[in-house]
């Protein structure tokens, strides 16, 4: 299957969609059924002791999965998260920032499903793994 | 067993360790194993559509867990979350506050296991629920 | 919401379709939207220790949660899982039934989604805690 | 880190502490924080229409993350879990066996976290994905 978005449609969909936090990410590459977004940590996605907030990192996850959907199934459908499961694993690295690989592990009708690996850039530890589900509406 | 901090101490903790975030959130009460907690939704959490976004109801389910734990352990444990995982069942109602039900139902030695109802202020139906685990570290 | 079935219907329901697990199972009550089952712990249950197998635990979570859908859904629905979490949080008490407390909170077209408390017969402190989905097929 | 135990004191460790379930399983493949594991699909973890239990699946995804973490800390240790996310995407393949791959994300002083992916023999796509976590008990 053909990707129905690359990584610069997805990045101008982000933009137009989601002003507000599309500057914090960037879409390095998309592929069949994955996608691998940069999130650039910056200070205000800090809490104290320097490490990035639960909630930066959920909507990372979040985002990236989000953005591995649009890429199959087009920029109309306006899908929701409905389950997350996530694993906090380890305090990022400092100063760097933080790449999540997302890959779609079914595709069905009304849910996709996959899960998000989360690490440090240039680490090989993961820092988050995350299970997402998406209801996706009748078109 | 008496709690350790008051919905009063809650609140000055969150503004001292968390004034980037604290006003967003009221500690409406605290009890035994358990804290009601306000999230005053403003324009800067909504999306598109005018839904509350899904990282701000994940954070308000993880704070509403985190004080609750706080409030039976002290303030001085540096608590991190584990695992978190978060259904999201409706789009909140616009234009009120989200409320979050915390409830701790294992206090243990190293891990801490509760879960989250939130519903929109006046509502009986539930907008999200979660389970969350803290990792509480050695004293 | 009157339910599609009560406490006696499902029962049958289980000993027809269910009944290399049925005699496993009772249905204490069943209500708007919650269900209460028994398990009737057995050795063939136990794994070293004498603690009841998490795989066990998983499937009373499990068929709690079914009875309470099939309750207001009635038994021609095919529902099927698609996603549990499930914490486990104390070691069963020895040498009594398991008591599972299903409360279904969205039940939609295509989805259902509730929770599952299991506590030891007699006792308060929960065993363990899962949040489950349910797909519901197009009639 | 070389493995604590290889393949064949896997299947050894099973027979003797959990006689019950072991001729369920195979150890195919143990690696650096990996275990590949058979699942001898039989009459009896079957459900009406043919389809392999859920309570088996669970099963399955909980023995083979618990065997890649006996693989790294050794038989000795009581781990026990604490967490399971699992996500159940497709009715296995009819006649074959599963396969379970397990990873450890993180093998903490007293958690390890990891994932599983399980397909049927010879398929490409995921039948379901858990994500678990065990609690190491202080040596």
Known sequence: MVPAMDAAA???FLETEFPQVSRDYAVEAVGPMTALVRFRVAARHLRPG???SGPSIFAL????MYLALLAQIGPKALAVT???SIDFMRKPAAGVDLLA???IL???RVLAVGDVLIRSEG????VARAGLTYSIPPR
Chains 1, 2, 3, 4 share one sequence.
Do not use: H, I, S, Y
Not at 61 to 64: E, R, S
Not at 123 to 126: A, G, H, L, S
């Open 50 to 52: 320097g490490t990035v």
């Open 123 to 126: 680490e090989e530890q993961v």
């Open 61 to 64: 996850a979040d985002v990236a």
């Open 106 to 108: 079914k595709l069905g």
């Open 10 to 12: 997805l990045e101008v």
């Open 82 to 84: 409905t389950n997350c």
């Open 101 to 103: 690989e997302a890959r």
